[in-house]
């Protein structure tokens, strides 16, 4: 029975730790509720999986204990992921800025080789197992799932969270922890997009620009990222509206007023765009004024900025515009401001914040301190990390560090 490991969930931390301890020769059970393993790996980095970073920097993880992550990140390394997964034989691809990829770019790759490996360790995995219950009884625990029961003398949860459902996420890890006594930090949608009630960005949706983008908490500025946004029919998507929205999401919580102001034309200040515009002036008199637009940014912004813009209706003509009116265009440009009344929530959220409280788990170990060999890693703990395959190095080191603490 001291051999009996039970992990719940055959995702990114769970794969992972499976490996590590049935190499180390225990008898490992994964109970996963989906058909097969790693689901969730497969859909991320939009299919290719951005499976680590090769700037680990703390500044890309969250906790509400800021230092807890500390410990498993600097154990493992980018170079100890590196050195782990070339000896499981996966080929990595570096290049896309720091983030990396496996040489593949399919995302099945990584989930295959995990898979194949503990299934050539012995790693015994029940699919299609919900795991319903939980008991504990002289130091065995006793495993509930919708098909039968199990004994096990450690148990790990390892069942992420319950970002996109449709991958078969949950949140049981949660009621798991809770029967423990541990608490739970509330979880909330990060890396999501946002969603606005001002039907007049809906006109612009499908386009997709290089801005600079700035977020503003009940009038406030917070915090600034530039790069791809996507203007949509429900609001604002896109990488820097995902890397803002663990900010924005935290405020809407609290009830506070969000407001993304977006440069659309970052690399041109306003200094540039009066010579322009004047040089456009002059060349194009006598055409209607959509044309001192034209080229220059998206057609579908067009109407946008010039009915912001406040230009009076009566101006049809480019050399009928007053300077005050060159000078609300380029305003408009540089400042989009969108109004933001919510996330997309949970079912389209990449990662949740917050979950169960780290302050009563150890931080070397991923063990309870309130109940023994109670052990829990990944997404499941309040620790999120920035886009860029934070939250899988995450997933991958604190069931690293995990699965090193056990042994036999
Ligand atoms: C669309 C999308 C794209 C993403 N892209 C990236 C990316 O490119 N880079 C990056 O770093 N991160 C990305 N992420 C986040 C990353 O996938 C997760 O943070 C990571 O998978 C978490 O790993 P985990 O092991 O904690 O949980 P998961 O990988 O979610 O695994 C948990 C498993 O537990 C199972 N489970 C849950 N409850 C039970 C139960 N009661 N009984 C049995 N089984 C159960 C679930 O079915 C699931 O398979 C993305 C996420 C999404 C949704």
């Keep these: 029975m001291n051999k009996n490991i039970s992990i719940i969930g055959a995702g990114a931390?769970?794969?992972?730790?499976?490996?590590?301890?049935?190499k180390k020769g225990f008898n490992v059970t994964v109970f996963e509720k989906n058909t097969k393993a790693g689901r969730k790996i497969l859909a991320t980095g939009n299919g290719k999986c951005n499976i680590s970073n090769e700037n680990l920097s703390m500044d890309n993880f969250h906790s509400s204990s800021k230092d807890f992550p500390t410990y498993a990140i600097n154990t493992f390394t980018y170079k100890k992921f590196e050195e782990?997964?070339?000896?499981?034989?996966?080929?990595?691809?570096?290049?896309?800025?720091?983030?990396?990829?496996?040489?593949?770019?399919?995302?099945s790759s990584v989930s295959d080789i995990l898979y194949s490996e503990a299934l050539r360790y012995g790693v015994k995995f029940i699919f299609n197992s919900y795991i319903e219950d939980i008991k504990s009884q002289n130091n065995i625990y006793i495993i509930k799932s919708n098909n039968d029961t199990y004994k096990c003398s450690?148990?790990?949860?390892?069942?992420?969270?319950?970002?996109?459902?449709?991958?078969?996420?949950?949140?049981?890890g949660y009621d798991v922890a809770k029967q423990y006594k541990h608490k739970?930090?509330?979880?909330?949608?990060?890396?999501?997009?946002?969603?606005?009630?001002?039907?007049?960005?809906?006109?612009?949706?499908?386009?997709?620009t290089n801005s600079l983008v700035k977020l503003y908490v009940n009038n406030?500025?917070?915090e600034e990222k530039s790069g791809d946004i996507l203007f949509t029919n429900y609001g604002l998507s896109g990488n820097t509206i995902l890397d803002l929205s663990r900010n924005a999401s935290y405020s809407l919580q609290k009830n506070k007023k969000i407001q993304i102001h977006i440069d659309i034309l970052p690399n041109m200040s306003n200094e540039y765009l009066v010579n322009l515009f004047n040089q456009r002036k002059e060349l194009l008199k006598t055409k209607e004024i959509?044309?001192?637009?034209?080229?220059?940014?998206?057609?579908?912004?067009?109407?946008?900025?010039?009915n912001k813009a406040y230009l009076d209706r009566n101006k049809i003509y480019?050399?009928?515009?007053?300077?005050?009116?060159?000078?609300?265009?380029?305003?408009?440009i540089k400042n989009i401001k969108v109004d933001i009344n919510d996330t997309k929530g949970f079912d389209s959220a990449e990662v949740v914040a917050g979950g169960i409280d780290v302050r009563d788990i150890d931080n070397k170990t991923m063990q309870s301190k309130l109940q023994k060999n109670l052990y829990f890693c990944g997404e499941v703990l309040d620790v999120d990390g920035a886009c860029g395959g934070y939250n899988?190095?995450?997933a991958w080191a604190s069931a690293f560090v995990m699965s090193q603490s056990i042994n036999l």
């Design 13 to 22: 931390s769970g794969l992972l730790s499976s490996v590590i301890l049935a």
């Design 84 to 107: 782990f997964f070339n000896n499981l034989g996966l080929l990595l691809l570096k290049g896309s800025g720091t983030k990396v990829y496996p040489l593949s770019l399919q995302a």
């Design 154 to 172: 450690k148990l790990i949860i390892a069942s992420g969270s319950s970002a996109m459902k449709k991958l078969g996420s949950t949140s049981s």
């Design 184 to 208: 739970i930090i509330e979880p909330f949608a990060s890396l999501v997009q946002l969603t606005s009630k001002d039907n007049s960005i809906y006109r612009l949706s499908g386009v997709k």
């Design 220 to 222: 406030k500025f917070v």
């Design 290 to 306: 959509n044309f001192l637009l034209e080229s220059l940014i998206n057609k579908k912004f067009i109407p946008y900025i010039l």
């Design 318 to 332: 480019i050399n009928q515009l007053s300077k005050n009116d060159i000078s609300n265009v380029i305003n408009q």
């Design 392 to 394: 899988l190095h995450w």
